[in-house]
């Protein structure tokens, strides 16, 4: 058997692109779907509950040229929720990208945290994006032109923190599965990597309008948090013809606070992060 080669940038088509972004009314999800837009990539637009929100950046998105579908979905209501990635692929004509940002977090500790608590954390956060890849990867594979998966995780698919037990277990999960995905999907064209944010201001945090420079961050390299269109420029480069060279990453959007290690815990004056 020969070996299987990936589509070079210019082998990759540049026009007439598809895309599916999960939880993409608000936040880094909206961020994604608008920068995407702006490459010229009609996108599928997917939102649990504010449809108002999700019809005005169907609006915005319609602006830059490209064209726009929506979709509600319910994401702990699998595998059937799963069915919007096909839905919205036949509402657009096909599918070249998929990028799992949907999720959501918990706060407790350890011992506190709940099997309902648990496992609603991972039905969104790793059991929908394993579901809602397969689904994307099946399409790309018969469509025959390659594609794009990309997985928003967190800083904590990498690093611990107190009272996210769930939440890090949940997106570490999700990291080691999109490097399975890029060794078996590779030789088809597909391309598949993790986007990890650190602090971002977002709706999720409740700081969704507010400067990044009025919350200074000591503790990070950067000095501040991060911003939506940081993260979501990031991503729309990992979805174009110009990453057809990276598979298999986890590329951290942090500010740098993953370097700190040994300097952040030096620093720490008490005992206060103990839970």
């Known amino acids: 058997m020969s070996t299987p ?24 999800g909206r961020a994604v779907a608008l920068e995407l837009a702006r490459q010229g990539v009609h996108v599928g637009i997917t939102y649990r509950t504010d449809e108002r929100a999700a019809r005005e950046l169907a609006d915005e998105v319609g602006e830059l040229g490209v064209r726009a579908a929506i979709r509600q979905v319910e994401l702990t209501e699998l595998p059937g929720a799963a069915d919007v990635v096909d839905a919205l692929a036949e509402d657009l004509g096909g599918l070249d990208i998929l990028v799992n940002n949907a999720g959501i977090t918990t706060d ?29 990867a099946r399409r790309m594979i018969a469509a025959g032109r390659g594609g794009r998966i990309i997985t928003v995780t967190s800083v904590h698919e990498h690093l611990p923190r107190v009272g996210f ?39 999720m945090n409740r700081r969704e309008d507010v400067d990044p420079r009025e919350l200074p961050r000591p503790g990070v390299p ?12 990031l991503t729309a480069f990992l979805a174009s013809p110009a990453a057809s060279y990276v598979t298999g990453a986890s590329i951290l959007v942090d500010g740098g606070v993953s370097l700190m290690g040994v300097e952040a815990g030096l620093s720490l004056p008490s005992d206060d992060w103990r839970p």
């Open 108 to 136: 407790s500790n350890f011992l506190d945290t709940s099997y309902e608590t648990w496992r609603d954390t991972h039905r969104v956060d790793l059991d929908a994006v394993f579901l809602c890849s397969q689904r994307a």
């Open 222 to 233: 950067l000095g501040r948090p991060g911003g939506v269109t940081e993260v979501a420029a």
């Open 5 to 28: 080669f990936a589509p070079l940038p210019a082998d990759v088509p540049s026009a007439d692109r598809a895309a599916v972004v999960t939880g993409s009314e608000s936040g880094i």
């Open 165 to 203: 037990a769930a939440y890090s277990a949940a997106k570490a999960g999700a990291g080691a599965l999109c490097k399975v995905m890029a060794l078996e999907l590779a030789r088809h064209g597909i391309t598949v990597n993790a986007v990890a944010p650190g602090e971002i201001n977002t709706a």
